[in-house]
T-cell receptor, first 111, second 110 residues
Framework: SQTIHQWPATLVQPVGSPLSLECTVE??????LYWYRQAAGRGLQLLFY??????ISSEVPQNLSASRPQDRQFILSSKKLLLSDSGFYLC??????????FGQGTRLTVV | AQRVTQPEKLLSVFKGAPVELKCNYS??????LFWYVQYSRQRLQLLLR??SRESIKGFTADLNKGETSFHLKKPFAQEEDSAMYYC????????????FGKGTKLTVNP
C-alpha cells in the first residue's frame, strides 16, 4: 500500500533563515505530488504540484520554491523565511482521478 | 480557472438531524469532485469521490452540473461526524491541479 512521509512535524525558524521540508512517498511510481498550506479560514492553498521529476508548477508567487529531485521525493524550500511564511504545510500524492492523499503536515513557526 | 466555494464556515446541527454541507464550483469543463474530512488531531483524508457514486459513513454527494454544485449530505448526523470538511475539484482532461474550498466546520451537538 502507499504511504506518505513528511517531516519534520514541527519547526521553529528565525526570520531570514533557510527552509527545507521533505516529503517522500512509498508504494507507488510516478505519483503527482502536491504542496499545500492550510490556514484557518483560508482552507488549503495549493502552492506547488509536480507531475514528474524536475517538473514543478507554481500556483502562488511567493517566497517559497519546490523541487522534485527523485520520483517519490518532493521538497519545499525557502532561501530566507518571512514571518508570513508561518503556517501548516501539507504534502500530498495522487492524481485528478483518485484525489489526493495527505501527509501529517508540518507546523512551521517563523520567529 | 478552477474555483471551489463553500459558503458556510461553520455549521451546527443536533444529533439525528439531517446535515448538508454546501459546495459550489466554477469550471468550464468536466470536473472531478471530492469531499475530504479532517477530524480533530488527524490528517486530512478523502471521504468520497463523485465518480465512485459511493456512500461513506452515511454521507453521499451528488454532482449537479446545472447548479455547479456537489453538496454533501447525511440524513442523520452523529456526534462523531464533527470535523472540518473540504470540497475539492480537479479538471478532467486538464492539468493535474487539485483545488480546495475553504472548508466548513461541522459541529454535531448531543
Amino acid at each position: 500500500s502507499q504511504t506518505i512521509h513528511q517531516w519534520p512535524a514541527t519547526l521553529v525558524q528565525p526570520v531570514g533563515s533557510p527552509l527545507s521540508l521533505e516529503c517522500t512517498v512509498e508504494g507507488t511510481s510516478n505519483p503527482n505530488l502536491y504542496w499545500y498550506r492550510q490556514a484557518a479560514g483560508r482552507g488549503l492553498q495549493l502552492l506547488f504540484y509536480s507531475v514528474g521529476i524536475g517538473q514543478i508548477s507554481s500556483e502562488v508567487p511567493q517566497n517559497l520554491s519546490a523541487s522534485r529531485p527523485q520520483d517519490r521525493q518532493f521538497i519545499l524550500s525557502s532561501k530566507k523565511l518571512l514571518l508570513s511564511d508561518s503556517g501548516f504545510y501539507l504534502c500530498a500524492w495522487g492524481d485528478r482521478a483518485i484525489g489526493a492523499f495527505f501527509g501529517q503536515g508540518t507546523r512551521l513557526t517563523v520567529v | 480557472a478552477q474555483r471551489v466555494t463553500q459558503p458556510e464556515k461553520l455549521l451546527s446541527v443536533f444529533k439525528g438531524a439531517p446535515v448538508e454541507l454546501k459546495c459550489n464550483y466554477s469550471y468550464s469543463g468536466s470536473p472531478e469532485l471530492f469531499w475530504y474530512v479532517q477530524y480533530s488531531r488527524q490528517r486530512l483524508q478523502l471521504l468520497l469521490r463523485h465518480i465512485s457514486r459511493e456512500s461513506i459513513k452515511g454521507f453521499t454527494a451528488d454532482l449537479n452540473k446545472g447548479e455547479t454544485s456537489f453538496h454533501l449530505k447525511k440524513p442523520f448526523a452523529q456526534e462523531e461526524d464533527s470535523a472540518m470538511y473540504y470540497c475539492a475539484l480537479s479538471a478532467q482532461g486538464g492539468s493535474e491541479k487539485l483545488v480546495f474550498g475553504k472548508g466548513t466546520k461541522l459541529t454535531v451537538n448531543p
